[in-house]
């Protein structure tokens, strides 16, 4: 299939025939000839696309700022888009691998001006045992061995018109040789060095320092003789430089503490030492933190006195984030406003006159237009969303942004990170698959089949995509009247899956090879009649009931009630304010977000949950109700185990608890639902067997989903090869979440 967007600078765009409309591009990107009969690429071919969007009354401005180009020194980049580095484990003893190269080849595919590596460790600090899992991942920096590697990454970005960075990394210690991994060194020995380190058992010596700054020299010059563009000098989220550079961890009383010339002064050491290696003409690039977020730490106060002492010895760029790794205050997690931090870049913006781009949590492309037009930025960094779609900046370059696959920040990549796994995606398996799988694009089906896929929820809408992205023709049947499955309870609760289920919802009505029946129901005899080579059922997973007195009762909600509300029906057993809540609803045309609305009203003729609201299941789905329904109600939470949430990943489970807890939730562990009465709720401790009685006019069920498999047992006798996947594979004991669905759904399909 053609590209639509540009490869080398200048590159003349592949042809097609002037007949012919080039339905979608590899990436799945719809492309159409121009009058000549070629496929308009690049910059120019954004431009134009979006002028002819505005004939069509669309906001011909919107995200043309975007596609400019902009220089960080003597290296041209051509747009604002820049995907900041990550690691991703995607490494073999810290060199670089086949996954990593197509890893960030995809990206440069994808059109993104600027793609950094990271992070890349200057010196070997983890020759013991055992090594830290958060650091494995990372590649390596400090021989000539890494030289290839990093070579190879450059030139399959430079083949595509992407330039590249390294970002050159000391952790969080100087690990000595000897027999203790966790010795552990710092600029004072007061502060604790980290949150995967503990306190350090000694400061920094002057000596110890020379020896880093010339491994950042040395790095440095690996890295330009492998040709890299740009240098980037991380100093920022409370790693070693950052840790010098801040008020929090740097007590130092020598040359390198007290003062901001001193405080920066192992970051101007580093800087003159690239300088020197590398000469005067290979860019640098700092990442910093503008405000470190700790108690007595650096705010953006400190940090504007600091640019100019550290611009002063040559720096061609400013990339923008917040906070130390221990911040109390979670910075990229999704209870985290979008653009919550851009503030600080703008200031930054206010002392120099040096590219500024900021770099916490941003993954929209309204965002990212408001940071380019609104003075936040000179552009815009973003991981996750690169992540989550490579060809983010290429799909708006050819004037179709509308087919930006979303990225609903739920860190999973980032969970997976910090146990020393490799990168995952909810919304984009391709990350999990690697080269090894490849494309669904680049491996079309050797033998085209009819495949009848079975529930148009995350894994049957995967499926369908991805098996038709493959060339086969697919049959997608739902009962519901809108695809999403269960993602349609999950929205009205949480607003960043909306996005998503219509990305996916476009995604599968506008693709040629997949007939969508909604509103259908089946049997195993209904798919016979299709005649299909193949079939896929993903049914969703049965939503997990409780049985104890009173649970039928009409102050009670249950997941399903809410399933069947998004499905547009009374539940069974619901009164008049069921009745008119529905009815509400369908007047507004059934949205996701007059549902949101709904859900949450707590007063008024149409209210189904009162002001005090008892949900049971402490796991990921009742955390999330909970945070979602708290304004203005007094919420109890309670959960049979010990702890909670279960299902929720590493990054976000503290802080969700965190939060909800600030938000009033009282929060009831080793506590189980006995009996429901009018008046309130009887619980009881698991452990002691004490009962409670909690007054509250709603009782709400939130336990997540289990097995179902009624479909497919009854499919499986006429189709002994069909497949089974999504959330009604979900084993006793564990939560599914969209990931693994989403998983399933492209592994199934890049199996015909």
Same mark, same amino acid.
């Given at each position: 299939m053609e590209r639509v967007f540009r490869t080398e600078a200048g590159e003349s765009a592949p042809k097609v025939s002037s007949a012919r409309i080039v339905r979608r591009d590899e990436v799945g990107c719809r492309a159409f000839p121009d009058s000549s009969g070629s496929v308009r690429s690049g910059h120019t071919a954004g431009k134009n696309a979006l002028r002819g969007k505005a004939e069509r009354g669309f906001d011909v401005a919107k995200y043309q700022k975007l596609l400019e180009p902009f220089s960080i020194g003597n290296v041209e980049l051509r747009n604002r888009f820049v995907m900041l580095p990550m690691t991703i484990e995607k490494v073999d003893n810290y060199?670089?691998?086949? /996954?990593?190269?197509d890893f960030y080849e995809q990206r440069a595919k994808g059109g993104v001006s600027l793609i950094e590596i990271g992070s890349a460790y200057v010196c070997d600090c983890f020759n013991t045992e055992p090594k830290y899992h958060t650091t494995t991942g990372a590649c390596g920096i400090w021989a000539d061995?890494?030289?290839?590697?990093?070579?190879?990454?450059?030139?399959?970005?430079?083949?595509h018109g992407t330039k590249v960075a390294v970002q050159l990394q000391l952790c969080y210690e100087w690990r000595a040789t000897g027999d203790d991994p966790l010795l552990s060194y710092a600029p004072s020995k007061d502060v604790q060095s980290g949150p995967f380190v503990g306190m350090p058992e000694r400061e920094y010596t002057k000596e110890e320092i020379a020896i880093v700054v010339k491994q950042y020299g040395e790095a440095a010059k690996r890295a330009k003789d492998s040709g890299i563009d740009i240098i980037e000098i991380h100093a920022g989220i409370g790693y070693m430089v950052m840790r010098f550079l801040s008020k929090y961890s740097n007590h130092r009383t020598d040359e390198y503490g007290g003062s901001p010339e001193n405080r920066a002064r192992l970051l101007t050491e580093i800087i003159d030492e690239v300088h020197k290696t590398c000469g005067d003409d290979m860019p640098i690039l700092i990442r910093i933190s503008a405000d470190d977020l700790m108690p007595g730490g650096n705010r953006i106060e400190d940090t504007k006195e600091l640019i100019p002492i550290?611009?002063?010895?040559?720096?061609?760029?400013?990339?923008?984030?917040?906070?130390?790794?221990?911040?109390?205050?979670?910075?990229?997690?999704?209870?985290?406003?979008?653009?919550e931090f851009i503030g600080l870049a703008k200031e930054v913006k206010s002392v120099t006159n040096k590219p500024v781009f900021p770099g916490t949590r941003i993954n929209s492309l309204d965002m990212c237009d408001k940071v380019v037009n609104e003075g936040y930025g000179d552009a815009v960094g973003m991981a996750r969303q690169f992540i989550a779609d490579p060809e983010t900046a290429g799909k708006v370059a050819a004037g179709h942004p509308e087919q930006v696959r979303p990225c609903i920040v739920c860190s999973r990549c980032l969970d997976n990170i910090f146990i020393g796994k490799p990168c995952q995606c909810s919304v984009n398996a391709n990350v999990w698959q690697g080269a090894e799988v490849g494309l669904?694009?680049?491996?079309?089906?050797?033998?085209?089949?009819?495949i009848v896929i079975i529930g148009a929820g995350p894994g049957g809408l995967e499926a369908s995509r991805v098996a038709a992205l493959r060339g086969h023709k697919v049959t997608l049947i739902d009962k519901s009247d809108r695809v999403g499955g269960l993602l349609n309870m999950a929205q009205v609760l949480n607003e960043h899956m909306e996005p998503f289920v219509e990305w996916w919802g476009n995604e599968i009505k506008l693709h040629p090879n997949v007939e969508l029946r909604l509103k259908t129901e089946v049997t195993a005899? /209904?798919?016979?009649?299709?005649?299909?080579?193949?079939?896929?059922?993903?049914?969703?997973?049965?939503?997990?009931?409780?049985?104890?007195?009173?649970? /039928?009762?009409?102050?009670?909600?249950?997941?399903? /009630?809410?399933?069947?509300?998004v499905g547009g029906h009374v539940p069974e057993g619901k009164g008049l304010i069921w009745k008119a809540a529905v009815a509400a609803i369908k007047a507004q045309g059934g949205t996701v977000g007059f549902m949101r609305f709904g859900l949450n009203m707590s007063t008024g003729p149409t209210a189904i949950v009162g002001k005090r609201v008892v949900i049971v299941g402490g796991g990921f789905a009742g955390l999330e109700c909970a945070e979602a329904m708290c304004e203005g109600r007094e919420i109890t939470v309670i959960e049979e185990a010990k702890k909670l949430g279960n299902g929720i990943g590493i990054i976000d489970k503290n802080p969700t608890i965190n939060l909800v807890k600030s938000k009033g939730v009282k929060l009831m562990p080793l506590t189980k639902l006995?009996?429901?009465?009018?008046?309130?709720?009887?619980?009881?401790n698991v452990e002691t067997g004490e009962e409670t009685f909690i007054e509250c006019d709603t009782v709400l069920t939130s336990l997540?989903?289990?097995?179902?498999?009624?479909l497919y047992d009854e499919v499986v006798k006429v189709f002994p090869d069909a497949k089974l996947i999504g959330d009604a594979t979900t084993p006793e004991g564990k939560v599914y979440r969209t990931l693994e669905a989403t998983k399933g759904g492209y592994e199934v399909a890049m199996s015909f």
């Open positions: 060199h670089v691998t086949d /996954d990593l190269v061995e890494f030289k290839p590697g990093l070579q190879r990454v450059a030139e399959v970005c430079h083949k550290i611009e002063a010895h040559g720096v061609d760029a400013w990339s923008v984030q917040a906070g130390f790794h221990e911040a109390p205050r979670p910075v990229a997690n999704q209870i985290v406003p979008e653009g669904p694009q680049d491996k079309p089906a050797e033998q085209k089949k009819h005899a /209904d798919i016979k009649a299709l005649n299909p080579d193949e079939v896929v059922v993903a049914p969703g997973g049965g939503v997990i009931q409780i049985d104890v007195p009173g649970i /039928d009762g009409k102050n009670v909600v249950k997941s399903e /009630d809410i399933k069947a509300m006995v009996e429901v009465t009018k008046k309130g709720a009887r619980v009881q997540g989903v289990e097995q179902n498999t009624k």
